[in-house]
């Protein structure tokens, strides 16, 4: 999503009849939209790669 100039991956979800913005890193918190917000879909994640984890 893309709010200003911070670009991040998120999903929307809906939590307790609100849109929520939950961050794919669980370092940032969600954020829950409002109607004064402007946020705009800029893309959607198709694929992603990842480092091989050693087992």
């Known amino acids: 999503m ?3 100039w911070e670009c991040t ?7 307790r009849d609100k ?4 961050p794919a890193n669980p370092a940032f918190k969600a954020i829950e939209l409002t109607a004064e917000m402007d ?3 800029w893309g959607v994640v198709v694929w992603r790669l990842r480092k091989p984890v050693k087992r």
Do not use: E, H
């Not at 991956?9 to 939590?15: P, S």
């Not at 849109?19 to 939950?22: A, D, M």
């Open 19 to 22: 849109g929520t913005l939950c």
């Open 39 to 41: 946020v705009r879909r």
């Open 9 to 15: 991956v998120k999903t929307f979800r809906k939590i």
């Open 2 to 4: 893309f709010s200003g």
